[in-house]
């Protein structure tokens, strides 16, 4: 069977790219182009998102963006300005991604290009220099120009995109119960790896009195002693011991962090933020004091994720901050864990867009 590139140079089959939310978010007409213009592609274009969740646009945003009284951007009440030398972002709100009107292509751009017009689509490539971006051709470019004549309806676009709506899932998150899907994507972290959920396993392993407070214990890569230190957590803790620090593991390491404490937890929190976009990386950002900077982004996310914004991180922001599929909180030995395989919607959107424009 043919596969199709996406993120991070990985290739995934049509069925998995048709199944995923990113992909069924988007509206059916949108759905049938990008479906039809993938398979003409015979390989050579693959999808590498369509619906943006806003938390995620709101990640993009404040990971390029900061409050300038001058700044040309509106958002939450302040004025923004975009950072040197990063691509734009639209804030939460403003990007047709978000209402399932514009996908991301991956692969052949100049393939891309050449074909687009036949499915009528058209690239942002003279618009943003965004030759990945396509909308449908016959609609406005700006979300507020679309919205102010939705000539294509707003969403949610049928009932089965509507159980997956932030209704729903809001709801399941409140429960308690498990998500239907993660609101960002998953940090799982396995021996070897290196990355952004490696970054927060070490400070988490450091909180917890596991490894040395020194630079030494940062190394970024998870190596053979802080393997052999969370195989040796995971046995106290009575979990499957098998290295790989997912829902389960991290649902016993995280601990809850309320505005107002100091310490190493804080810290863990801090580079949990950083590694998701949601703070810059500063060493003040990482202090280990939980102040009103850190407050105010917490409480945004939480209000995004449908949680009580009270800037209080315990089991359930934990859970949409790892972006598990299950509540970290969890300790069930045996509990389903996520599957290995490639998941369109489990791919780090900010890694994958790291210094490439996004609309
Ligand atoms: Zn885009």
Known sequence: MTDYPTYANKRITIDKIVASHTFQGMHPTMQQRVRDLIEASAGRVGLGQGLREPSQQLQLFLNRHVVDPNGKYTYAGQRWSRLP?????????????????????????????????RFDLQTFEDVNNEPWHVQPSELPRARSSYESRPTWGLPPWDGSHATTGDAAHTAGIMAGGTASRPLTPALTARPGDTGPAVAVLLEALIARGLMPDAPGSRSGLYGPEPTRLVEDFQRTSGLDVDGVVGPQTWGALLRQVRPGDRGADVVVLQVTLIVRGLIAETVGNRDGVYGSATRDVIRQFQGLAGLAADGEVGPKTWTVLIGARTPVASRTRGATTPDDGVDLDDLDVLTAYDGLPAE
Do not use: C
């Open 85 to 117: 030398g990063v691509a734009a972002a639209a804030p939460p709100g403003k990007s047709m991604h978000e209402i399932g009107l514009a996908a991301d292509m991956t692969g052949d751009m100049a393939w891309l290009h050449d074909h687009v017009a």
